[in-house]
């Protein structure tokens, strides 16, 4: 079993940036990869960015490239999403999800998710 607990949304105004963390407790040492994925009212949860949690190599989906980071401390069990140069359409609840198999942009790859935080991005 792995634990997972987001802390970092908030409302923001276009432009603005956040970071969000999420702590990681339990099973860890099996976790293989980390993801943060997304969900906005009446649309279903979309893949932000995954992580694997070994070699640190990232992934991300088009429309958050040059904008997103995400990045973990493994000393801390926590991974990170720093979010620059928001915009509208990134409001959504944000998640944190971990597996230990393959990182995957498919949710149901992710067997470990958090309790979501909300970010909110005013025009």
């Known amino acids: 079993q792995v634990q997972l607990v987001e802390s970092g949304g908030g409302l923001v105004q276009t432009g603005e940036s956040l970071r969000l963390s999420c702590a990681a407790s339990g099973r860890t040492s099996s976790t293989s990869a980390m993801a943060w994925f997304r969900q906005a009212p009446g649309k279903e949860r979309e893949f932000v960015a995954h992580?694997?949690?070994?070699?640190?190599?990232?992934y991300y989906r088009d429309s958050v490239k040059g904008r997103f980071t995400i990045s973990r401390d493994s000393a801390k069990n926590t991974m990170y999403l720093q979010m620059n140069s928001l915009k509208p359409e990134d409001t959504a609840v944000y998640y944190c999800?971990?597996?230990?198999?393959?990182?995957?942009?498919?949710?149901?790859?992710?067997?470990?998710w958090g309790q979501g935080t909300q970010v909110t991005v005013s025009s």
């Open positions: 999800a971990a597996t230990f198999r393959i990182a995957s942009t498919n949710p149901q790859a992710y067997d470990y």
């Open positions: 992580i694997f949690w070994s070699g640190g190599s990232t």
